[in-house]
Nanobody
């Protein structure tokens, strides 16, 4: 069973920074994609960034240049460094792992709240 635990959310003023962490336990496989998604009140969950086991990152245009995703394969951890935060970044941020084998399977964390005040 895979479990994901996020941490690092909180309240920050516009222009500030936060660093989110996601720790995965259980078997997530040697090939997988880890990612961050967010959901603001009244909106659908949206992709923020993903990163493959080999380190290839995909960043949403809305956060490109401000957010950086990274991971530590040896520790099964993932990070999201968020700089120059804006009020529109306010959302619950969810950690996701997609195992590739034996069948594609998604796992989600419980979410961590990020609130950016203007």
């Amino acid at each position: 069973q895979v479990q994901l635990v996020e941490s690092g959310g909180g309240l920050v003023q516009a222009g500030g920074s936060l660093r989110l962490s996601c720790a995965a336990s259980g078997s997530i496989g040697s090939i997988n994609v880890m990612g961050w998604y967010r959901q603001a009140p009244g909106k659908q969950r949206e992709l923020v960034a993903t990163i493959t086991t080999s380190g290839t990152a995909n960043i949403a245009d809305s956060v490109k240049g401000r957010f950086t995703i990274s991971r530590n394969n040896a520790q099964n951890t993932m990070y999201l460094q968020m700089n120059s935060l804006k009020p529109e970044d306010t959302a619950v941020y969810y950690c996701n792992v997609r195992k590739v084998f034996p069948v594609p399977t998604d796992y989600w964390g419980q979410g961590t709240q990020v609130t950016v005040s203007s």
